[in-house]
C-alpha cells in the first residue's frame, strides 16, 4: 500500500504471504485458516472502486458484490439444501457479511446524497487508504461513554445505542462526531451543579479521545460536536440507521446461500 504521512512523507508497505496453493480438486474450506476477512472486505472496496472508475453504476455495483458474497458464503460455510436455519457461518468468516452490509450502504457503492466531488473524494481516499483506516470509512466505529465508567466501550451501528444518558463518539475516518445524550445535554446546562461538573468531566474524556484518534491522521477529520436530537446530530444518525436492518439483510442472505 501506498499512503502520504501528515508530515507529507511517501510511504510505501509491502507485505509477502506464503500461503498453500489450493487445487482444483481440494475443498476450499481447507484455506479457511489463513483467511483475512478484513483484507478481503479492504479488497472488495478497491475492486468497488476500479468498477465506478470504469463506468459502473451504483445499483450494478450493488449487484455484483451482492452476487460475489452470496458466492464465497456458498462455498465457506456448511449448510442444508433449502434450510436457511442451518447455514453455519464459519469462525474465520463471521464478519465478513457485516462489513459487506455496511459497504453497501457507504458512499464506495451509493452516491445519493452526495454530489459527484464527493463521491469521488470518498472513493480515492478509501482505495488509497491502509485496510484498518478503510474499513473505519465503510463501517465507522462507535464508542459508548457513561458517568461513572472508566473508560468507553464499542457500540454497535443501531439505534438501540443512542440513549439520553450516554455520549457517544462516531469515528468514519473523515469525520469525528460527539454526540451528548439528551439528559446529559439538560445536566450541562445547570451550570454549577454536581451533575454538570460531572458532566463537564466526561466531554473532556470524550474530546481527549477524539482528538487522541484524528491527532495524526490525513486528511484531519473534521471534528463535530451535537447533542441529542439537534440537527447536526444527523451526522450520527444517518450511520445508526439503515434502511435495512443486519438481520433483515443476514435472513436475505442466509436464503439465497440455500437456494
Not at 21 to 47: E, M, T
Not at 89 to 106: N, Y
Request: proline share 7%.
Amino acid at each position: 500500500s501506498k499512503y502520504t504521512t501528515a508530515g507529507g512523507r511517501r510511504v510505501q508497505r509491502v507485505t509477502t504471504l506464503r500461503l498453500p496453493r489450493l487445487q482444483r480438486s481440494w475443498d476450499a474450506k481447507q484455506l479457511l485458516p489463513a483467511l483475512d476477512q478484513k483484507a478481503v472486505a479492504a479488497l472488495l472496496v478497491r475492486q468497488a472502486v476500479a468498477k465506478a472508475d470504469g463506468g459502473a453504476s451504483a445499483p450494478e455495483m450493488l449487484k455484483w458484490i451482492d452476487r460475489l458474497l452470496i458466492k464465497m458464503m456458498r462455498t465457506l460455510c456448511s449448510f442444508s439444501k433449502g434450510n436457511p436455519g442451518s447455514v453455519m457461518l464459519p469462525r474465520e468468516a463471521g464478519i465478513l457479511p457485516g462489513l459487506v452490509f455496511h459497504m453497501r450502504r457507504s458512499a464506495v457503492l451509493r452516491t445519493s446524497g452526495a454530489s459527484p466531488d464527493r463521491s469521488c473524494f470518498f472513493r480515492l481516499l478509501a482505495s488509497t487508504l491502509d485496510t484498518f483506516s478503510s474499513l473505519v470509512m465503510v463501517q465507522p466505529t462507535l464508542i459508548g461513554y457513561q458517568p461513572g465508567d472508566g473508560s468507553g466501550r464499542p457500540l454497535p451501528l443501531e439505534p438501540a445505542s443512542v440513549t439520553p444518558d450516554r455520549v457517544l463518539l462516531l469515528d468514519s475516518f473523515t469525520q469525528l462526531v460527539v454526540c451528548k445524550g439528551g439528559a446529559l445535554a439538560l445536566a450541562a446546562r445547570a451550570a454549577g451543579s454536581p451533575a454538570a461538573t460531572e458532566v463537564e468531566q466526561l466531554l473532556r474524556r470524550v474530546t481527549s479521545d477524539a482528538e487522541a484518534l484524528g491527532a495524526n491522521r490525513f486528511p484531519a477529520p473534521m471534528f463535530i460536536e451535537c447533542e441529542q436530537g439537534s440537527s447536526k446530530a444527523r451526522y450520527l444518525t444517518q450511520k445508526v440507521n439503515p434502511d435495512v436492518p443486519l438481520s433483515t439483510f443476514l435472513q436475505g442472505l442466509y436464503r439465497a446461500i440455500v437456494e
